[in-house]
């Protein structure tokens, strides 16, 4: 930082004022491109603005004509304007880099009042420059900066924060002529998407609906502009038009496959369809099954709307809970998302649509994808879906299988992981060990595939001592975190739900030894209470290891529990 600022104070004078800005944004730019964003924000683009004076940003949020007149005093036609509103946008960015690398969970409010008050100065900057079509490259790429931190505050729970942002961000794609053109029309629908989204979370489903259908409209009347001037069929802008529509149909279907249901409550409820038990049945089974036909068309299509309708913000993998709201017709609903996800899953809805034996699981572009199989999965642990959960693993293992990407093998551990959970979460649920036999796909018949999937079951099954399974899931998880690969640890969400499961077990049974008073010793050999201590051991390992220590207060309490049993003991 002291060399760079020598060179500046060294090379100002001697040097062109146009030529002097440009480097110095040049510099910042590269800087900001190796992630030396604090470096890049206080020597080069604040030291560019420097030029219009000391400026308070936060006095001028919401005056435009301040705003104007501080920076861009020549008027916009000025040859250096489209430099200072390039480096006011990247002032930005570097700010919003800055508190993903010190905050990335935005536990603190001030980091959070920051994220916000980057997207208001975004926003600012975008009201400025719309006006000037040749400025048009400075929308879109606010639009894409906007979208990646709201993406952000919505997966720490601020959808209610960002939706304004999201919603401007579209405007502003809508407002912009040379934007309007098909080239940037899917990222229009990702826009689109993302308001939809929001709307879910803030439990706002028919505003997300109502939105997804002006979208819509918007990308049909694209359609029939573009048909109108070009007499050629392309087969890329008919990609294009498809995907947009695919984007915007799924979130439509996200609130009516269950409103529809609610508003049908006085007709027949249809029997709920076993998933081990449908083979021989006629797709599509079900009234959900025969809007996803209506809608969409192909099985990977059909499994995106059905992960869509399934998922919810509100809901992590653990602990595992039934639907909410507690409606039967919801339920239902529920229920023959995941029997037609299960099927598609399978192969069998293609194979009875086309003739043809597909195992449709994918890594590419082609079928169900690898991270929407494994989702499935998830999302079915999540529910209390058993009997899916135990079929759709099968199906999904064997994918896993057969891959060598480290993504996959992250992906095994985190089913691993949940399969352990259930047998202690709900051991009345899980009766028997895996089994490929009640299977009816070929692909799931492979002895490779049968062994590992049963290695997920047979030991935690197996009866005595009440810590068994609880020092197997310790045991596996030490096993997964102790790997030097970061990219195949488990997400820190179900390490984190995992270890309050194993600390609530845990404390449970150490507390009848803290209160045991100074036979500590006798008192843990008498009763085998080591086992809890060597758990609790490997607890304190595992948020050693994978650095989750710093996002929940419990950890300091397990790690205080562990050193006190340890001092007594060795006092003893």
Not at 210 to 220: E, H, N, Q, S
Not at 549 to 565: D, K, R, Y
Request: hydrophobic share 40%; proline share 3%.
């Amino acid at each position: 930082a002291n060399t760079l600022f020598n060179i500046w104070v060294k090379y100002k004078p001697r040097l062109p004022e146009w030529y002097y800005n440009e480097r110095l944004v040049k510099v910042g730019d590269t800087l900001a491109q190796i992630k030396e964003y604090k470096l890049a924000l206080i020597q080069c683009y604040e030291r560019y603005l420097q030029q219009f004076a000391s400026v308070n940003f936060d006095d001028m949020m919401g005056d435009v004509h301040h705003f104007t007149s501080t920076f861009f005093p020549n008027g916009f036609r000025d040859k250096n304007a489209a430099l200072t509103f390039h480096v006011l946008q990247a002032r930005n960015v570097c700010i919003y880099k800055m508190v993903c690398s010190s905050d990335r969970n935005l536990q603190n409010q001030e980091s959070l009042q920051t994220c916000l008050s980057v997207l208001t100065s975004l926003q600012l900057t975008m009201q400025v420059a719309l006006p000037q079509e040749n400025l048009c490259w400075l929308i879109y790429n606010g639009t894409i900066h906007i979208y990646t931190i709201c993406r952000h505050l919505m997966m720490m729970g601020h959808s209610a924060k960002v939706l304004e942002y999201l919603l401007w961000a579209s405007m502003c794609m809508e407002s912009s002529i040379p934007l309007l053109s098909v080239h940037y029309l899917t990222w229009r629908a990702t826009l689109y998407t993302a308001v939809s989204q929001c709307y879910f979370d803030c439990q706002a489903g028919i505003h997300g609906e109502v939105f997804a259908r002006r979208g819509l409209i918007k990308i049909d009347e694209l359609k029939q502009l573009e048909n109108i001037s070009s007499s050629l069929e392309n087969s890329e802008t008919e990609k294009i038009f498809k995907e947009a529509t695919l984007k915007m149909s799924v979130m439509i279907f996200k609130r009516a496959v269950y409103e529809s249901r609610r508003k049908s409550k006085s007709l027949r409820r249809e029997s709920k369809v076993n998933p081990r038990k449908a083979v021989n049945l006629s797709w599509p089974r079900t009234t959900t099954e025969r809007l996803l036909v209506e809608m969409f068309d192909g099985a990977a299509a059909q499994f995106l709307a059905i992960l869509e309708a399934l998922s919810d913000s509100s809901r992590n993998v653990l602990p595992p809970h039934p639907p909410v709201p507690d409606e039967i017709e919801i339920r239902d609903v529920i229920s023959e998302l995941f029997s037609a996800g299960l099927e598609i899953l399978s192969g069998n809805s293609l194979k009875r649509q086309k003739g043809e034996n597909i195992f449709v699981i994918t890594a590419g572009e082609k079928g169900v994808s690898g991270d929407a199989a494994v989702k499935f999965v998830k999302l079915s642990f999540s529910y209390e879906e058993w009997d899916v959960f135990d079929s759709a693993l099968e199906f999904v293992v064997n994918f896993l299988q057969a891959q060598d990407d480290p993504i996959w093998k992250k992906a095994a551990l985190e089913l691993k992981l949940l399969t352990l959970m259930q047998c202690l979460v709900f051991p009345g649920k899980v009766k028997r060990s895996f089994s490929v036999s009640d299977d009816n796909s070929k692909e799931a018949s492979t002895p490779q595939g049968s062994e590992k999937t049963q290695t997920f079951r047979k030991d935690s099954l197996k009866p005595g001592d009440p810590s068994h399974d609880f020092m197997i899931l310790a045991r596996t998880v030490f096993s997964c975190v102790s790997t030097s690969k970061q990219n195949v640890h488990p997400d820190k969400e179900i390490l984190v739900d995992v270890v309050m499961c194993l600390w609530q077990k845990c404390k449970t049974e150490l507390q009848q030894i803290q209160t045991s008073g100074s036979d500590y010793l006798e008192y843990i050999h008498e009763h085998k209470a080591y086992q809890w201590v060597h758990i609790l051991w490997m607890i304190n390992e595992i948020i050693e290891k994978s650095s989750i220590g710093n996002s929940h207060v419990m950890f300091a309490e397990i790690t205080l529990c562990l050193t006190t049993i340890l001092e007594n003991v060795a006092d003893s």
